[in-house]
Each structure stands twice: as C-alpha cells, then as structure tokens.
T-cell receptor
Framework: GESVGLHLPTLSVQEGDNSIINCAYS??????FIWYKQESGKGPQFIID?????DKRQGQRVTVLLNKTVKHLSLQIAATQPGDSAVYFC?????????????FGQGTILTVHP | DTEVTQTPKHLVMGMTNKKSLKCEQH?????MYWYKQKAKKPPELMFV???????INESVPSRFSPECPNSSLLNLHLHALQPEDSALYLC??????????????FGQGTRLTVV
C-alpha cells in the first residue's frame, strides 16, 4: 500500500503487478516534467518526460499522466520487476525562464517483492 | 557517450580543508548543474551554469564555490565546510536552449563526509 507522512511515501507491490506512483507539483507555470529513478548509491536516472501541452506519454513499460487542473503527475509501471525497486522522483521545470531549473518532488520508495 | 562523470566518488575532509569536486560531460550540453542530496531527501539545486556562465545560485553559502572552466567541465570548490554539509553532491547536464526537450543527465555523485 501507500503511506504519506514524515517519511518518504512507500509503495510495495508483487512482481508482475502494475505500479502507480503519484506526484503533486506546485508551480502552475511549470512547462516540463520528468520522472527519475534513483537506486541506492547512484545518481537519478531519467525514465520519461512530458511537456505541459500533453496529458499522456508512453514509453517502454512506463506511462506518465499529467493533470494540470489539479497539478498532479503520475507514473505507471506495467509488469513491475524486482529491478524496478528504487526511489522515484518527479521533477518540474520552471516556466518563464531560460535556465531550465529543475525542482524535485519528495520521492516515493518502490519495493517489488518476487 | 551519454555519461556525466564525477570524481572523486567518495571524499572525507576536515573542516579546515580545501577540496574540489569535479564533473565532466562530452555530450555537448551547454547547461550544467550542481545538486546537493541528503539521505532520504530529493536533490536540491545549488547552482546552474548556462553557456559557462553562472545563471542561478540558490543562495548557497560562500564556502561552496562553483567554477566552469569550459563547456565540458564543472568544478565545485569546498572550503571551511561544516559537518552538516555532508551529503551526496550530484552534477547534471542538459541541452540548451530549453526548448530542445532537455532532460538532465546525472552523474553518480560524490559522497562527501565532513569531519
């Protein structure tokens, strides 16, 4: 299940299940969103991105959905595998500047049980 | 080559030491970033370089001094750090201008411990 509190939100799933990781962003002027995966001891790894003029984008086993009305982003992972276990961060890029400043959300720990 | 390389991977330094973190990319990216990440927290932006010029400083203390000698290299000079500065320091780069669909590529980070 999923819990939110003083600690990072966590999501535990069984191998083969579909996973949905959620993210609320704060800046209505953000024009570009990215999902990153970070494994222990490593830097964030790009998964998928979406521009603000889209509401859905699909990659290999992953789908990102964007709801600008409620400023909500989700990452869906199909047929989750143990290698998907990691911390997942959403990041938003500020609009209205030319600097590409990325701001990260709090992250969700995904644990996949074999 | 889609790598961002950071050295060293680990660094232990005393509060009176001076050290430098190094970052290198050969993707032709013209924006480079330093982030700081504490355990179980998201990366926090420190500095942004755009075309080798400092474009964003997120009110970082002066004991952290960034430098961008050329379009492929980014350094972070450290002096008189505090134990609370211990963290994972991440370098990233992205294409520029921003309209190029520019996701940032991250290095593996330097694990810094200040004693």
């Amino acid at each position: 299940g999923e819990s939110v509190g003083l600690h990072l939100p966590t999501l535990s799933v069984q191998e083969g299940d579909n996973s949905i990781i959620n993210c609320a962003y704060s800046n209505s002027a953000s024009d570009y969103f990215i999902w990153y995966k970070q494994e222990s001891g490593k830097g964030p790894q790009f998964i998928i991105d979406i521009r603000s003029n889209m509401d859905k984008r699909q990659g290999q086993r992953v789908t990102v959905l964007l709801n600008k009305t409620v400023k909500h982003l989700s990452l869906q992972i199909a047929a989750t595998q143990p290698g998907d276990s990691a911390v997942y961060f959403c990041a938003e890029r500020s609009g209205g500047t030319s600097y590409g400043k990325l701001t990260f959300g709090q992250g969700t720990i995904l644990t996949v049980h074999p | 080559d889609t790598e961002v390389t950071q050295t060293p991977k680990h660094l232990v330094m005393g509060m009176t030491n001076k050290k430098s973190l190094k970052c290198e990319q050969h993707m032709g990216h013209r924006a480079m970033y330093w982030y700081k990440q504490k355990a179980k927290k998201p990366p926090e932006l420190m500095f942004v370089y755009s075309y080798e010029k400092l474009s964003i400083n997120e009110s970082v203390p002066s004991r952290f001094s960034p430098e961008c000698p050329n379009s492929s290299l980014l350094n972070l000079h450290l002096h008189a750090l505090q134990p609370e500065d211990s963290a994972l320091y991440l370098c990233a780069s992205s294409q520029f201008p921003r309209t190029a669909g520019a996701q940032a590529f991250f290095g593996q980070g330097t694990r810094l411990t200040v004693v």
